[in-house]
């Protein structure tokens, strides 16, 4: 009689269960961020002189103020690009319009970052008007605030409980996620013709809308729903956003952020022998994560019984291994699920999972 152990699934609660800390910013490694957008950027050309008040949205839209408020700003767009732990570059494009002359510009340049807040710039602003071009030397000092006001399509509109939907813990492997999308005050929505067409918008910038990736748009019943995201990158940070559709009409809710497994997270599934699977994870940011494993078995029943006994489960992180330091949550179908909470460390662990009754042939990871 044989019990088949055929899937190892790791799932990361990363959502609803990490606590950040100093150690969790983009920037742990260096001071220029990923993006810039939800920022503000002061360009000045000397200490007591701000040239430009920059504010950063998604989609390539910026905000900009001049030194001179007489200047109409038209057709202004930008691109961000990180190039190192502390250096991008960043171009900026605009039109001033001073009564009836037009004079277009594109600054490109590249920033330094000293701290989280500020650094240097240097680089050229090219301008053609009226047939004529020229490009001029630009450097100086920036400093990097909170931005202002967000784009219309960024702001989350109509809040009202009755509307308001929230992402579950995800569930998050290489390239691919799947959460649970419910409803915050579900006694509202208990037949069918009251559920609301629901999705996702994600992206690896944040404020994500559906003119971004979404996920497929479905009528969430009364207590949840399970959605996946796709083709995402290994080791990547990604920023969702469910939101609701009525009579074409889209509403925001609160956004949150995930990273895949690949960077900061890693792991390794392999078989020391015959009846004993090590999982070896490191975590590289400092948070508070809950593990789950999930042991999938086919079963005949009249193996069921014998299946179902308490197998031996612990984990390690320095010195002699450890038992019965986990949360057994038993068995459910054909799945056994153990769940270790609070892990907070950075070093590496390894999970041990032991049965009399794994079948080597069956294990896949």
């Not at 171009?91 to 000293?114: G, N, P, Q, S």
């Not at 680089?123 to 967000?150: A, C």
Request: charged share 20%.
């Amino acid at each position: 009689m044989k019990t088949l152990l055929t899937i190892l699934v790791i799932s990361f609660s990363l959502i609803l269960n990490s606590c950040s800390n100093k150690d969790d910013s983009s920037e742990s490694l260096g001071y220029a961020p990923e993006t810039l957008i939800g920022k503000s950027l002061n360009l000045s050309l000397g200490p007591n002189s701000i040239a430009w008040a920059l504010s950063f949205f998604s989609n390539g839209v910026i905000s900009m103020i001049p030194s001179d408020t007489s200047w109409k700003i038209e057709d202004t767009y930008y691109i961000y690009r990180k190039t190192s732990e502390n250096r991008a570059e960043l171009t900026i494009e605009y039109t001033i319009r001073i009564i009836d002359k037009m004079v277009a510009h594109c600054y490109e340049v590249e920033l330094l970052f000293t701290s989280e807040s500020e650094g240097t710039y240097k680089g050229y602003d090219e301008w053609e008007s009226d047939g004529k071009e020229d490009s001029n030397s630009l450097n100086g000092n920036f400093v990097v605030g909170t931005g202002g006001t967000q784009n219309p399509e960024d702001i989350m509109s109509d809040e009202s409980e009755e509307l308001y939907v929230y992402l579950g813990s995800a569930n998050i492997f290489p390239n691919r996620a799947s959460l649970s999308i419910s409803y915050t005050n579900p006694d509202k929505y208990q037949t069918a013709d009251s559920y609301l067409t629901a999705g996702i918008c994600y992206g690896k910038s944040p404020h994500p809308t559906i003119s971004d990736k979404t996920t497929s748009q479905k009528m969430i019943d009364t207590y949840y729903r399970t959605v996946n995201l796709s083709e995402l990158e290994p080791g990547t940070v990604y920023y969702l956003r469910p939101y609701t559709m009525n009579n074409n009409k889209v509403t925001y809710y609160k956004e949150t952020s995930i990273e895949t497994v690949g960077k900061n997270i890693k792991l390794n599934l392999e078989r020391l022998n015959g009846n004993t699977i090590r999982l070896s994870y490191s975590i590289n940011k400092s948070s508070t994560y809950n593990v789950t494993l999930n042991v999938v078995k086919m079963v005949t029943p009249d193996a069921i019984e014998a299946a179902y006994q308490l197998k031996d489960f612990g984990y390690k992180t320095k010195g002699d291994f450890e038992t019965a330091t986990y949360t057994y949550s038993g068995s459910w179908g054909q799945y056994d699920y153990f769940s270790l909470h609070a892990i907070e460390k950075k070093e590496n662990i390894t999970i041990f999972y032991r049965s009399k009754f794994l079948y080597s042939d069956g294990f896949h990871g």
